[in-house]
T-cell receptor, first 117, second 114 residues
Framework: SAVISQKPSRDICQRGTSLTIQCQVDSQVTMMFWYRQQPGQSLTLIATANQGSEATYESGFVIDKFPISRPNLTFSTLTVSNMSPEDSSIYLC??????????????FGSGTRLTVV | GDSVTQMEGPVTLSEEAFLTINCTYT??????LFWYVQYPGEGLQLLLK?????DKGSNKGFEATYRKETTSFHLEKGSVQVSDSAVYFCALLYSGAGSYQLTFGKGTKLSVIP
C-alpha cells in the first residue's frame, strides 16, 4: 500500500487566516480524498481530487472555502480559507492506488489537527 | 443515504477482557464493510473487511461477521491487550458503479488498562 506524509500535523491559527495542508504520497495514486473529522463526529468527505481535473466537492463544501490542488499523481493540497472556530477539526487525506479497485488500496494520512482561535 | 452507526465510546477494558464494538449500517445495494483502526498520532489503518453476506473478516485477533439480516458488522476480540488502545471506525463502501467513497461511523475510543 502507499505511504502518505501529511503536514502539518497540527496548527493553531487565527480566525480569518488560511491554512494549507499538504499530502505527499510515495507512489502514484489515481484518487485522493480529503476528509474532515469534527470533534466527536465521524469522518466526512470534503472532496475527491483527481489529477488533471477539478476536484469534486460533496454537499456542504465549496471550492472557495476549501480550494484543492492536485498538480500530479503523488501530491495534493487542501486549503482551509478564511477560518473560523467552527473549522477546528482534524483534516485527513486518503488515497486509492492507481489501477487498484481493491478495497485494500485505501491509505490515510496521519491527519492535521487544526484549532482556530 | 448510506450511514453507519457504531456504539458510543469511550470504552475502557482491563487487559485480557472480551471486546465487542457494535456497528450497524443502512445502505442501498450490497456494500462492503470495514473496520479501521487509528492508533494515537497515526493515520487510519485497515483492520479487516468483508465484502459479502456471511463473510468473516479477521486480523490480529479481531473478527467481524457481515450479517445482512441484521445489517450489522460487530467487532470482537477475545482478549484485548494494552496495545489495542486506539480509536476504531466502522465503514462501508457501496459497491455501485464508479463509487469509491467510504462512509464512516463516529469512531469508538478503546482504552485497555493493565
Amino acid at each position: 500500500s502507499a505511504v502518505i506524509s501529511q503536514k502539518p500535523s497540527r496548527d493553531i491559527c487565527q480566525r480569518g487566516t488560511s491554512l494549507t495542508i499538504q499530502c505527499q504520497v510515495d507512489s502514484q495514486v489515481t484518487m485522493m480524498f480529503w476528509y474532515r473529522q469534527q470533534p466527536g463526529q465521524s469522518l466526512t468527505l470534503i472532496a475527491t481530487a483527481n489529477q488533471g481535473s477539478e476536484a469534486t466537492y460533496e454537499s456542504g463544501f465549496v471550492i472557495d472555502k476549501f480550494p484543492i490542488s492536485r498538480p500530479n499523481l503523488t501530491f495534493s493540497t487542501l486549503t482551509v480559507s478564511n477560518m473560523s472556530p467552527e473549522d477546528s477539526s482534524i483534516y485527513l487525506c486518503s488515497t486509492l492506488l492507481a489501477g487498484s479497485l481493491s478495497h485494500n488500496g485505501y491509505t490515510f494520512g496521519s491527519g492535521t489537527r487544526l484549532t482556530v482561535v | 443515504g448510506d450511514s453507519v452507526t457504531q456504539m458510543e465510546g469511550p470504552v475502557t477494558l482491563s487487559e485480557e477482557a472480551f471486546l465487542t464494538i457494535n456497528c450497524t449500517y443502512t445502505a442501498t445495494g450490497y456494500p462492503s464493510l470495514f473496520w479501521y483502526v487509528q492508533y494515537p498520532g497515526e493515520g487510519l489503518q485497515l483492520l479487516l473487511k468483508a465484502t459479502k453476506a456471511d463473510d468473516k473478516g479477521s486480523n490480529k485477533g479481531f473478527e467481524a461477521t457481515y450479517r445482512k439480516e441484521t445489517t450489522s458488522f460487530h467487532l470482537e476480540k477475545g482478549s484485548v491487550q494494552v496495545s489495542d488502545s486506539a480509536v476504531y471506525f466502522c465503514a462501508l463502501l457501496y459497491s455501485g458503479a464508479g463509487s469509491y467513497q467510504l462512509t464512516f461511523g463516529k469512531g469508538t475510543k478503546l482504552s485497555v488498562i493493565p
